[in-house]
């Protein structure tokens, strides 16, 4: 199985500030038919997961352009360019390109300061 | 709009049976594969099981493999997910979503349901 590892697990930044997530697989994860199979969901507190970024570096509809995906190969990183307190929860990254499984990473847990 | 409602989780007894399911809508159902995904109580998200969009071709995690099986009823749009031999480690919200267009059971997840949450104890 390909193992995804994220860090840190968890981040305290204060409001307005910038957050940074990685994420690094045990294999890459481009497939042959062009794609890069990464991407990342937020769980927010008391809610189910919400997709944020799909393939890497695409924005899905409504994701505040405050959230950027970028990387290539096995390592991958989430950046939020000023944190709002709406962006509280556990954020997720998850390959696809081996089935079964698809693999998550362990979560980073994001709080305000 | 898409639309995921699960339903069917219970508090069942260890080596006991529970069927989910998830209705779906606002999408073309049969055209889209499906995957239910879990979250256990201080854990993260685990994914458990997927299925094509015809349903020919389905996929589970290992620690399911032999004991769940999904399957989807295209005439009720509406995805199942049946459990068997249940474990107390099996304890956990369980989620269904649709996947990102063009549906292909490869892609990420890009909806997802509100959870109904299975509990495994005797």
């Known amino acids: 199985d390909i193992v995804m590892t994220q860090t840190p697990l968890s981040l305290s930044v204060t409001p307005g500030q910038p957050a940074s997530i990685s994420c690094k697989s045990s294999?890459?994860?481009?497939?042959?038919?062009?794609?890069?199979?990464l991407y990342w969901y937020l769980q927010k507190p008391g809610q189910s997961p919400q997709l944020l970024i799909y393939?890497?570096?695409n924005r899905f509809s409504g994701v505040p352009d405050r959230f950027r995906g970028s990387g290539s190969g096995t390592d991958f990183t989430l950046e939020i360019s000023r944190v709002e307190a709406e962006d509280v929860g556990v954020y997720y990254c998850?390959?696809?390109?081996?089935?079964?499984?698809?693999?998550f990473g362990q979560g980073t847990k994001l709080e305000i300061k | 709009e898409v639309q995921l409602l699960e339903s069917g989780g219970n508090l069942v007894q260890p080596g006991g049976s529970l069927r989910l399911s998830c209705a779906a809508s606002?999408?073309?159902?049969?055209?889209?594969?499906m995957s239910w995904v879990r979250r256990a109580p201080g854990k993260g998200l685990e994914w458990v099981s997927g299925?094509?969009?015809?349903?020919?071709?389905?996929y589970y995690a290992d620690s399911v493999k032999g004991r769940f099986t999904i399957s989807r009823d295209s005439s009720k749009n509406t995805l199942y997910l049946e459990m068997n031999s249940l474990r107390a480690e099996d304890t956990a919200v369980y989620y269904c979503?649709?996947?990102?267009?063009?549906?292909?059971?490869?892609?990420?997840?890009?909806?997802w349901g509100q959870g109904t949450l299975v509990t495994v104890s005797s």
């Open positions: 393939e890497v570096s």
């Open positions: 294999q890459r994860l481009l497939h042959s038919d062009g794609k890069t199979y």
């Open positions: 606002g999408f073309a159902f049969s055209t889209y594969a």
């Open positions: 998850m390959q696809s390109i081996q089935l079964p499984p698809k693999t």
């Open positions: 979503a649709k996947s990102l267009p063009p549906g292909t059971a490869r892609n990420g997840v890009d909806y």
């Open positions: 299925i094509s969009g015809s349903g020919g071709s389905t």
